[in-house]
T-cell receptor, first 112, second 110 residues
Framework: QKEVEQNSGPLSVPEGAIASLNCTYSDRGSQSFFWYRQYSGKSPELIMSIYSNGDKEDGRFTAQLNKASQYVSLLIRDSQPSDSATYLCAVVAYSGNTPLVFGKGTRLSVIA | KAGVTQTPRYLIKTRGQQVTLSCSPISGHRSVSWYQQTPGQGLQFLFEYFSETQRNKGNFPGRFSGRQFSNSRSEMNVSTLELGDSALYLC?????????FGPGTRLTVL
């Protein structure tokens, strides 16, 4: 059973701080990793994808991947109240035709 | 480019009825995946269609079925609805490995 684990939170950070969200996965053969943001009552929105070890930066977001330790993280710099949402980690086990496996999400609350 | 569209957005049904949900993917995307989201279970994969063929299937009973048409539009059907089928049903389309979600259909079973 392929699993993706996230701390459910809530994770509370003050406005302007760095929010750090973590995700571990069970399948060592996993190839592709994604972070989605989901506001309450809305559908998930893709914010980052990462495929190789290391860091990938996009604006205030940085995704970090460590395949040896089987974890992927998302850093949000200069957190804003508008970043308050649930963040979902998703993993594809192999390249090609296998479905995404989602974690249950971490709820982030940015306090003004 | 227009995003993924889903219809209807909200549905209320009673136990035992059946329901059909529709999804139109982003233009050029040939893969459509369906998910069920509930507060307790999170996002659970239902099935994926690619070029009118079911490519993957999740662990749901046979009451849940789907299909894809030649224009890549997809439908999912749930027969003999149960109270536990109340959920947000999400469709996602993809060209490569990145999936993009539609707004979802909120199904309430009474």
């Amino acid at each position: 059973q392929k699993e993706v684990e996230q701390n459910s939170g809530p994770l509370s950070v003050p406005e302007g701080a760095i929010a750090s969200l973590n995700c571990t996965y069970s399948d060592r053969g996993s190839q592709s990793f994604f972070w989605y943001r989901q506001y309450s009552g809305k559908s998930p929105e893709l914010i980052m994808s990462i495929y190789s070890n290391g860091d990938k930066e996009d604006g205030r977001f940085t995704a970090q991947l460590n395949k040896a330790s089987q974890y992927v993280s998302l850093l949000i710099r200069d957190s804003q109240p508008s970043d308050s949402a649930t963040y979902l980690c998703a993993v594809v086990a192999y390249s090609g035709n296998t479905p995404l496996v989602f974690g249950k999400g971490t709820r982030l609350s940015v306090i003004a | 480019k227009a995003g993924v569209t889903q219809t209807p957005r909200y549905l209320i049904k009673t136990r035992g009825q059946q329901v059909t949900l529709s999804c139109s993917p982003i233009s050029g995307h040939r893969s459509v995946s369906w998910y069920q989201q509930t507060p307790g279970q999170g996002l659970q994969f239902l099935f994926e269609y690619f070029s009118e063929t079911q490519r993957n299937k999740g662990n749901f009973p046979g009451r849940f079925s789907g299909r894809q048409f030649s224009n890549s539009r997809s439908e999912m059907n749930v027969s003999t609805l149960e109270l536990g089928d109340s959920a947000l049903y999400l469709c996602a389309s993809s060209f490569g490995s990145e999936q993009f979600f539609g707004p979802g259909t909120r199904l309430t079973v009474l």
